[in-house]
């Protein structure tokens, strides 16, 4: 009997299937992987104490037992001066509830009659949704009799219980996390090699890369997010002494704590001794003071401390740290709200090493998600020319001329010499597409030199009549004067690749100019007999073009057999492919680049034509 084939598996649905399963089993397990997470995180953060012990001769458990002792036991000394801090302050909440009472009363009185206006629509409101009781002369309705349960007052020992219940359940859970981080740093070596083993011997590269990347980046984060939060509390706390804020010190450290909550923690660590200010001095002065600093010096860290501490050692996005915050929130609670950041990190170091779950990398990465002639392409694509010139300059910046028009406009030309053969462009994106990359190109090449060196940016390109009645009054070499030719090999896309390097070889100070592609090849050859060029470069955009190109340079070589004949399939393959591609392009040089048909034209340039390399690049 014959076995009935069956569709293959849909591999996104199946990989949406599994996503599905591990979150449902790190919500409902989550007694058992919130102290596993925590432990890996600690043993992260102090790996590299234990390494660095272990490399001055101390052994592996006294260096693990050391570090994990002193720093619990700093744990226990902040988390003891903080509680004192504390409970200093709530005795003397009650000597400022008269302050409070007073700036009430004085809201109420500032607010004049638009506070009593407010609660009066309010009432009235209340009355009119209130329904209206019966008349007095009609017998009341029977109403069934309520019925209420009392529950009994807690008792001192189910209080006791309760509270108990609570504090046993941390303290276990405390002593849990700092087993586990003290046998994770004890068998660091095992762990990592039984995970290589679970991620296959034959993928014993991924594996160690992606384990390397983690710990690298997590490591480097959660040392250096110590350091911006500590610098963070330090800086609060001074500041707030000298606003003479009570307990500066104790909202110094809750800033450095509350730090680590993403975006939030700082609004909730200046809103406490704004509060606090609020009830003790007579003015207003102190409160929008306290948030000023709080925001100065969020400010100072995000623009000067953590460019320098961080670079790029997260590579998450801000949206994804958002979004991250409120998914581990969700499903972890505030423990998960303080372990986002790290475990969105490790999710985004397996997005860009498992190929199935690259949706992560993707999603959460900072990383561009589209090549630089994808965008272009994409944004010509829209219609969208300032957002596509804009591409193309930022690429620019630090680099040479030749390179963006190789790597970004090439490129770009190329997808859409695709899309149109295959039919899926229509008439008018591919004559917009045409005709403005047209104009970017000479948009580039006037402002080379200004962009490379990162002025102007992100300026706005000029206006399509201006810019072509600009190129329409240009001096233009003329065909008796041009030692280059450059001919298009079939259509537009063709033109815009021998107008480009046209522009490179005048920067050279090489006398060229190119043909129209309108021209037949016969017309092509006749201009040539007018001139005395001495080179010809036939430029050809793939993927198709290709036998037109060598179609052109057959001609060339039957009627011009001293030209010298360069022929630039402009395509990511290298020259020794194009030179094993069969039928073979009859020429004496051939290019797979625009900078390489320069050098190889410079090549055959006679003695004394060659201009000294004046490329434009960055300095």
């Known amino acids: ?48 104490l234990v390494l660095r012990l272990r490399h001055w001769g101390l052994g592996r458990v006294p260096s693990t037992l050391l570090v994990v002792l002193l720093s619990f036991l700093l744990v226990g000394v902040i988390t003891t001066v903080m509680a004192s801090q504390m409970t200093d302050v709530a005795k003397k909440i009650p000597e400022y509830q008269q302050n409070i009472r007073q700036k009430l009363q004085t809201i109420r009185k500032s607010g004049g009659g638009l506070i009593n206006r407010v609660t009066r629509v309010a009432h009235n ?29 807690f008792s001192p020992f189910e209080i006791v219980q ?12 405390l002593l849990v996390v700092i087993v586990f981080v003290i046998f994770m740093l004890i068998q660091r070596e095992d762990l990592r090699d039984r995970l290589i083993r679970l991620g296959g011997a034959g993928r014993l590269h991924v594996t160690t890369q992606a384990l390397d990347d983690a710990a690298h980046r997590l490591s480097r984060y959660l040392l250096a997010q110590l350091v911006v939060n500590i610098s963070f509390g330090v800086l609060a706390g001074i500041a707030l002494y000298f606003v003479h804020v009570p307990n500066p010190f104790l909202w110094g450290m809750v800033a450095a704590l509350l730090r680590y909550v993403p975006y939030l923690g700082i609004w909730i660590a200046a809103a406490l001794p704004a509060m606090l200010a609020f009830a003790l001095e007579q003015g207003w002065v102190k409160v929008p003071v306290i948030f000023g600093i709080y925001f100065a010096i969020d400010l100072l860290m995000y623009n000067f401390v953590e460019p320098y501490l961080y670079g790029s050692s997260t590579g998450i996005s801000p949206l994804a740290i958002l979004v991250a915050a409120v998914f581990w929130t969700w499903l972890w609670g505030g423990v998960g709200l303080l372990l986002a950041m790290p475990l969105t990190v490790c999710l985004a170091v397996v997005g860009r090493h498992v190929p199935s779950l690259e949706f992560l990398g993707i999603i959460l990465s900072d990383d561009p998600v589209l090549r630089p002639e994808t965008r272009f392409y994409q944004r010509m694509l829209a219609m969208d020319l300032e957002e596509a010139a804009g591409v193309a300059e930022e690429f620019l910046k630090g680099k040479s001329l030749e390179e963006v028009e190789d790597v970004v406009i090439i490129p770009a030309l190329s997808l859409a010499e ?23 190109v000479e948009h580039l090449a006037e402002r080379a030199e200004e962009l490379v060196a990162g ?45 480009m390097l046209e522009q490179l070889l005048l920067k050279r100070g090489i006398k060229a100019r190119s043909l129209s592609c309108a021209s037949l090849a016969g017309e092509c050859l006749e201009q040539i007999k007018n001139g005395p060029a001495k080179i010809a470069c036939v430029a050809v955009v793939p993927p198709f073009g290709y036998m037109h190109a060598r179609y052109l340079c057959r001609r060339l070589r039957a009627e011009f057999p001293d030209m010298k004949i360069v022929a630039a399939v402009l395509t990511e393959r290298e020259v020794g492919e194009l030179r094993q591609r069969q039928p073979k392009i009859i020429a004496d040089e051939l290019a797979s680049s625009l900078k390489e048909a320069m050098t190889a034209v410079l090549s055959l340039l006679p003695t004394g034509k060659a201009a000294p390399p004046a490329t434009v690049s960055a300095t």
Do not use: W
């Open 125 to 153: 409101v209340t009355d009119e949704l209130t329904p209206a009781p019966p008349p007095k002369n009609q017998p009341p309705e029977e109403r069934p009799v309520p019925v209420e349960i009392h529950k009994a007052p």
């Open 455 to 499: 002025n102007g940016a992100g300026k706005v390109l000029k206006d399509k009549a201006e810019t072509e009645k600009q190129n329409n009054g240009t001096d233009e070499i003329k065909p008796e004067e041009a030692s280059v030719v450059c001919i298009p090999a079939r259509d537009e896309a063709d033109e815009i690749a021998a107008k």
């Open 162 to 173: 309760k509270v108990l219940g609570s504090v046993l359940n941390v303290v276990l859970m």
């Open 418 to 440: 695709e899309d149109r053969h295959r039919g899926r462009l229509e008439e008018r994106r591919e004559q917009f597409i045409l005709e403005n990359t047209r104009i970017v």
């Open 1 to 48: 009997m014959a076995h009935e084939e069956r569709p293959a598996g849909n591999p996104g649905r199946a990989t949406l299937l599994n996503v599905v399963i591990v979150v449902a089993a790190l919500y409902f397990a989550r007694l058992v992987f919130i102290p596993i997470a925590l432990a890996i995180l600690l043993s992260f953060l102090l790996a590299p």
